[in-house]
């Protein structure tokens, strides 16, 4: 079972930028389809954004869609969520997940898809 470790939060300001990380170990990604969830207080992991282990397919969910960007480095058993223009309701903590595809194109929309997690990294983005 692949281990993942996400870094890369903090705090910082509105309008800002962030690149969150995803460190796989244990076993490599380049069969996995990888995404990243957020979860505010009190909510459910809502999708942020979903990479194919082809990397040639991408898909963007919910409010961070056209100021995020996920990409993946499967040489370095990596991916990452460049995130611009960040807002205070940004203010989450994000996960990366991952599973194994058949399909090098395939990708799972809902959290329930997924069993592989990482423990989080929080993004507060201050006003």
């Known amino acids: 079972q692949v281990q993942l470790t996400e870094s890369g939060g903090g705090l910082v300001q509105a309008g800002g930028s962030l690149r969150l990380s995803c460190a796989a170990s244990?076993?490599?990604?380049?069969?996995?389809?990888m995404v990243w969830f957020r979860q505010l207080p009190a909510a459910e992991r809502e999708l942020v954004a979903a990479?194919?282990?082809?990397?040639?397919?991408?898909y963007y969910k919910g409010p961070a869609k056209g100021r995020a960007t996920i990409s993946r480095d499967n040489a370095k058993n990596m991916v990452y969520l460049q995130m611009n223009r960040l807002k205070p309701e940004d203010t989450a903590v994000y996960f990366c997940a991952a599973r194994e595809t058949v399909n090098p194109e395939d990708f799972y929309e809902y959290a329930r898809s997924y069993s592989n997690w990482g423990q989080g990294t929080q993004v507060v983005v201050s006003s």
């Open positions: 244990g076993r490599t990604i380049d069969s996995a389809a």
């Open positions: 990479i194919s282990w082809s990397g040639s397919r991408t």
